[in-house]
């Protein structure tokens, strides 16, 4: 098998992310789905519309070239694959209790595929497809597509669209062209001047703390950042966003906060559905992060924001030399990713009824790969979900910045 050519943007990301792993810790890079089945399908209709999936995006049948750590290639995609089916028979017991397994199972990302995928039934009723995949493979856009693609293709196994589709490869070839490579001059000059800027400042540890994980639900703070995003004429991630660098702001004790923003490198009509890893972090300097009217901070975070994500797609490999060049630079205070979901939800998806008391629950981290202050937001028709993954700072401090950031948004949006 032929090496295809370099890693994307994306890809890479992934890899220096997991590259130094232990091999006990390497299915934390994994994701899973649950996508539930229209009543009545068949196992054959299911094998039939995921192969037709997997046939159309490359990602799903590349393999990769790691001999060399530092310089790492992905393969040719493969024209043959697996489609062999597990069935697994749930006997009543919620489908969410088969997940764990499957996704705590590495990838051998040098000889096989970075997905798996399981048909759960129930007395012998087709329920759910588990789609476990690594994050090489697929982000959580592309994990929508492919979900798109094979709800239509139960019913038209053509409805996966031609194939192939533009996989990472030809991505990789565009952003190592003259004008993919300015872009990428550009993002590493975008990260020097705001290191220059950066303050020193961190969350404080707590001893003993380890990695925690908690997430806030809540219905009310849906409708406030959508309150305070109309008037303030940004979007409400940009709203929660600014709540949340005010909370990490005032633990911290400063006005000028350095965050990590998670941006899905899909502003091209051309790359917008590609299926693979896109997302990479960049950094956005929050001024005036302790302000205290939000619609104000709002409209300065949007900025910042914008900034950030037109060099969301950079070399991780010049960054961290770049890094490297300038010891005692600051990390980033915290870390922010915002996901809206499709506003309908198939029967039986395990979206979580609409919230109206608003609750946190404590949750053992199935992965702590990444930032040590990670919020990830996802914005439904329930409300929003604020999950807080953190290494070292400890459940009293992850508690009080998620009421605070809950408060600070009820509060902005009863002054609108």
């Given at each position: ?24 810790r390497?299915?934390?890079a ?14 054959e209709?299911?094998?039939t ?47 969410g209790d ?8 590495r ?104 990695a925690?994980q ?34 990490v702001?005032?633990?911290?004790g ?13 502003f ?33 975070t ?37 996901v ?17 008391e608003?609750?946190i629950?404590?949750e ?6 990444g ?7 996802q914005?439904s ?9 953190a ?7 992850c ?18």
């Amino acid at each position: 098998m032929s090496v295809a050519g370099p890693l994307s943007l994306g890809q890479l990301s992934v890899w220096h992310d997991i590259r130094d792993l232990p091999s006990a810790r390497w299915h934390e890079a994994n994701n899973a789905a649950l996508w539930a089945l229209p009543h009545g399908v068949g196992t054959e209709k299911v094998r039939t519309a995921l192969r037709a999936v997997v046939a159309r995006h490359p990602s799903l049948r590349t393999r990769y070239d790691l001999q060399d750590p530092g310089s790492p290639g992905q393969l040719t995609p493969d024209d043959d694959f697996s489609d062999s089916l597990l069935v697994v028979e749930t006997g009543g017991t919620p489908p969410g209790d088969f997940v764990t397994g499957p996704a705590s199972l590495r990838f051998r990302l040098g000889d096989e595929h970075g997905w798996r995928a399981a048909l759960l039934t129930r007395a012998g009723t087709a329920s759910h497809l588990l789609f476990v995949k690594h994050h090489i493979a697929a982000d959580a856009w592309a994990e929508e597509v492919l979900h798109q693609e094979f709800t239509g293709a139960l019913t038209d196994p053509s409805g996966a669209g031609p194939v192939p589709a533009p996989g990472p490869a030809e991505l990789a070839a565009d952003q190592f062209t003259p004008a993919g490579l300015r872009r990428q001059s550009a993002a590493l000059d975008h990260w020097d001047r705001l290191l220059d800027r950066a303050p020193p400042v961190a969350l404080p540890a707590t001893a003993g703390a380890g990695a925690v994980q908690t997430t806030l639900r809540s219905g009310p703070a849906r409708a406030a950042a959508r309150t305070v995003a109309a008037a303030a004429e940004v979007s409400p991630s940009s709203v929660v966003l600014a709540a949340y660098a005010r909370s990490v702001a005032r633990i911290c004790g400063t006005d000028s906060l350095l965050v990590q923003l998670m941006s899905a490198n899909r502003f091209s009509a051309r790359w917008k559905h590609v299926v693979t890893s896109m997302n990479q972090w960049v950094p956005a300097l929050i001024e005036g992060a302790r302000e205290d009217d939000l619609r104000k901070l709002a409209s300065a975070t949007h900025w910042s924001s914008l900034g950030a994500f037109r060099h969301g797609a950079h070399d991780v490999t010049a960054v961290a030399a770049l890094l490297a060049g300038r010891p005692g630079t600051p990390e980033p205070a915290c870390a922010f990713n915002y996901v809206p979901l499709p506003e309908r939800q198939p029967p039986d998806s395990g979206e979580p009824a609409r919230v109206d008391e608003p609750a946190i629950t404590w949750e053992e981290p199935f992965t702590s790969i990444g930032p040590r202050c990670y919020a990830r937001v996802q914005e439904s028709a329930s409300g929003l979900s604020v999950r807080l993954t953190a290494k070292d700072i400890g459940r009293e401090q992850c508690a009080e910045l998620l009421w605070d950031m809950h408060h600070t948004l009820l509060s902005a949006a009863g002054e609108c």
